[in-house]
């Protein structure tokens, strides 16, 4: 699995997840006020802060972005696709609550929301149905 797709797809995961998770989990009073930067307040939108809740969140994105790395530096089909499939399980919820949660949100900033969250789980589908076809291509050769 040492193909391009792969490893692109990898990069994405492995470093959304090491932004947010360095970014939340050694700075969480300023992930909650200021993420996701450039003068947007994503975080602080949506209720009181809660250090250990953010803390708690970063170190969970760290620990996919560290899985992701792993994969990366040894791809497996089978590993690739535990790390979508992980990736997917966190990244979808998440994904499906901010749809349902618009409300607070400037329409530039629920644009941008939407994509980035988009991406966090097209990135892992993507993952899934190329680590599929590739196995599928190795049988019929």
């Not at 391009?4 to 360095?22: C, D, F, K, S």
């Amino acid at each position: 699995m040492r193909d391009t797709t792969t490893r692109v797809l990898l990069i994405i995961v492995a470093v959304g997840n090491a932004v947010v998770g360095l970014w939340a989990g050694l700075a969480p009073q300023s992930f909650y006020d200021d993420f996701p930067g450039a003068g947007r307040h994503w975080v602080a939108l949506d209720g009181p802060y809660n250090e250990h809740l953010v803390r708690d969140v970063g170190v969970l994105n760290l620990a996919l972005a560290a899985v992701a790395v792993a994969v990366l530096l040894r791809p497996d089909r089978y590993l690739v696709m535990v790390v979508a499939a992980a990736e997917l399980i966190y990244a979808a919820p998440h994904l499906l609550y901010h749809l349902a949660h618009l409300d607070p949100f400037e329409s530039g900033d629920k644009v941008a929301l939407v994509v980035s969250l988009a991406v966090s789980v097209l990135a892992p589908i993507a993952l899934l149905i190329h680590s599929s076809r590739t196995a599928e291509a190795a049988i019929h050769r």
